[in-house]
């Protein structure tokens, strides 16, 4: 969902012109797009800690509050900057949206396959998946409903952090001014 809202935020603003418009402002580049990735990271976190809750309440499911709000921030914070990728790269929300399917069977049914055990199955699969954005958030959820803190979880927290700061600072950073001036037609 992560990356739809801020696909669905960056082709909205580029319907209205907001993001040229914004290009005149004081303020940064990193500041439009931090501010994106920060309110979206809320909102989701906000929604996710909403079913949280009733699972906790209604279910008894153990929580361990502190991991799992880092965790979704984290998870929610890459998948954020994936969005950006996804409208750098798409004319039209439709085909963002198709992008995010392709993304999903790639990324999203190995580790689904290997979490029910169907496929891709053994301790050896788990450590090759954990070069998946998805595998390594499911890795990092499951400490925060109780599972161990082990190898698996360094590396998750390796690949989302690393992997969220390198995109950020090498690709989602220097591409929003191309972005933004493409749209304007400047």
């Known amino acids: 969902?992560?990356?739809?809202?801020i696909g669905a935020m960056m082709f909205f603003e580029k319907t209205?012109?907001?993001?040229?418009?914004?290009?005149?402002?004081p303020v940064t580049n990193s500041d439009l797009?931090?501010?994106k990735v920060i309110a979206n990271t809320i909102h989701l976190l906000i929604?996710?800690?909403?079913?949280?809750?009733?699972?906790?309440?209604?279910?008894n499911v153990d929580v361990n509050w502190?991991?799992?709000?880092?965790?979704?921030i984290l998870s929610v914070s890459f998948h954020s900057l994936l969005g950006f990728a996804f409208s750098y790269h798409t004319k039209d929300f439709t085909s963002m949206l198709v992008g995010v399917m392709i993304y999903s069977f790639v990324f999203l049914i190995p580790p689904t396959l290997n979490f029910f055990n169907i496929l891709f199955k053994g301790e050896v699969w788990e450590y090759i998946l954990l070069i998946f954005p998805t595998q390594a958030s499911i890795k990092l959820i499951e400490v925060g409903f109780g599972a161990p803190i082990e190898a698996?979880?360094?590396?998750?927290l390796a690949v989302i952090v690393i992997g969220g700061l390198a995109l950020y600072k090498y690709y989602v950073l220097p591409k929003f001014k191309d972005y933004a001036a493409k749209q304007s037609g400047v």
């Open 33 to 35: 797009v931090l501010s």
């Open 66 to 72: 502190l991991w799992i709000i880092v965790a979704l």
């Open 1 to 5: 969902m992560a990356i739809m809202y």
């Open 47 to 59: 929604s996710s800690m909403l079913i949280i809750i009733v699972f906790f309440f209604i279910k």
């Open 16 to 25: 209205e012109s907001t993001i040229s418009t914004m290009l005149v402002t």
């Open 152 to 156: 698996k979880f360094f590396i998750s």
